[in-house]
């Protein structure tokens, strides 16, 4: 009896496990982003990695983050923008040819979701 609970409980444990990982958007390092831009054009992905440079006010502006294979930047409207320096894991879709506060930048990550 105790077997049949116990494999029960696991395979409840496995399938709530598979629903919860279904809904994250996949982490992609952001040399591959790079790479083919266009690829992940308005797709929702992750990247992590530390913020090597910042500039924004009220709630909005751009940071920069570097993964080690990668810079990118990142447009945060919302969410606040982190200090130079922090680790962080940002959800967003990816965006081409954007420009903020007179400055432009190439392929951007919009965030849809708060850091990590």
Same mark, same amino acid.
């Given at each position: +009896?105790?077997?049949?609970?116990?494999?029960?409980? /696991?395979?409840?444990?496995?399938?709530?496990?598979?629903?919860?990982?279904?809904?994250?958007?996949?982490?992609? /390092?952001?040399?591959?982003? %790079?790479?083919?831009?266009?690829? $992940?054009? &308005?797709?929702?992905? /992750?990247?992590?990695?530390?913020?090597?440079? /910042?500039?924004?006010?009220?709630?909005?502006?751009? @940071?920069?983050?570097?993964? !080690?294979?990668?810079? +990118?930047?990142?447009?945060?409207? !919302? $969410? !606040?923008?982190?200090?130079? !320096?922090?680790?962080?894991?940002?959800?967003?879709?990816?965006?081409?040819? @954007?420009?903020?506060?007179?400055? %432009?930048? &190439?392929?951007?990550?919009?965030?849809?979701?708060?850091?990590?």
């Amino acid at each position: +009896m105790l077997t049949i609970r116990a494999r029960l409980a /696991s395979v409840l444990l496995v399938a709530v496990g598979s629903l919860l990982l279904a809904g994250c958007p996949p982490r992609e /390092s952001i040399a591959k982003v %790079n790479l083919d831009p266009g690829r $992940y054009a &308005g797709k929702e992905i /992750s990247i992590a990695g530390q913020v090597t440079d /910042s500039f924004g006010g009220l709630g909005r502006g751009v @940071f920069q983050v570097d993964d !080690g294979t990668g810079k +990118m930047w990142v447009l945060s409207t !919302g $969410y !606040g923008v982190p200090g130079t !320096g922090a680790k962080v894991a940002v959800v967003g879709r990816v965006e081409q040819g @954007f420009s903020f506060a007179g400055r %432009n930048f &190439g392929t951007i990550l919009r965030q849809t979701e708060q850091r990590h």
